[in-house]
Every structure is written in C-alpha cells, then in structure tokens.
C-alpha cells in the first residue's frame, strides 16, 4: 500500500506544483518589492495561483495515466475548472472585501480615539485585520494553470 502511494503519479504531480507555485511567489515578491518575504511560502493569493497548479497538474496526469477520454479525468478537469473560476472569482471578491473593510475599522478606531468623549470599547492595535490576499487575478490563475501542466509533463518520465 506504501508503495501505492510514493507511485501514485497524479498525487505527486499536483503536491510537487503546489510546492513549486508557492515557492516562485517569494522571489517574483523580491523582485517587484526589493524584501524577501518568507511567509508567502505558506499563504493564499498572489502570483502564480497554487491551486490552479495543482488541479491542473492532476487533471494533465490522470488524462496521461487513464486517458483523456476517460471519466477519471473529466472528473478531475471539472473540479479544476471550478477550483480555478472560484480562486479568480468568489476568493478574489472576498479579498476586495476585506481591504474595504479592513479600511472601515481603521477609519473607525481613528474616529474614536478624536473624540475624546466616547469611550473606546476595542484597541484598534489588538483588532485582528482580515485577510486581504485570498484570491486570484486572471492572470494568476492562467499563470498557475500553466504551470501545473508543465509539471505534470516533466514529472511524468520519473513515474513511467
């Protein structure tokens, strides 16, 4: 069974695109910010999308592994197409919604510490913000997809 899963073609494909897409994310940020920045090894968003890498990954490796005419991968080509709609789409709005209402607490602590007659009920430094980077642009997605396929493709001839 153990051995099952270290040949399981399609399962490493997609773990290895997802390492590989979180890792390009540091040093594309070095190179538009000049700063390292480690954390985004392990965050959500941002250039290219790791969860399209990783469905497109294991859709390219079950249509390889079971063809592509196969029901195993119409099954994974779905779930990628949904996975990747929903990362520029829903994830990517409630990112733009967090930054707005990331801004209205702000807005608002600085409100009350103007006036001098209300009493503060939260420390505006202990307020947790929302998370801002969840989702994905077009072409991050796009991006990530590509990337996904091109690991696939290189990956296969270690399983074959």
Not at 20 to 40: C, D, E, R, S, Y
Not at 52 to 64: D, E, F, Q, R, W
Not at 130 to 159: R, S
């Amino acid at each position: 069974m153990a051995n099952e899963l270290f040949d399981n073609f399609p399962l490493w494909a997609a773990l290895i695109a997802i390492g590989i897409a979180q890792f390009i994310k540091i040093p594309l940020h070095f190179f538009v910010t000049g700063k390292w920045h480690w954390p985004l090894l392990f965050s959500t968003g941002g250039m290219p999308s790791s969860h399209s890498s990783a469905v497109t990954a294991l859709s390219t490796a079950v249509g390889i592994r079971e063809g592509f005419g196969s029901n195993m991968f119409a099954i994974a080509a779905i779930l990628g197409i949904i996975v990747m709609f929903d990362a520029a789409g829903v994830r990517r709005h409630a990112g733009m919604q967090a930054v707005v209402l990331n801004k209205l607490v702000d807005e608002f602590n600085h409100l009350l510490e103007s006036m001098k007659t209300f009493k503060r009920r939260q420390n505006p430094e202990k307020t947790k913000k929302l998370k801002e980077l969840l989702g994905h642009q077009p072409t991050e997605v796009f991006a990530g997809g590509t990337l996904g396929i091109a690991v696939a493709l290189l990956v296969y001839p270690l399983f074959s």
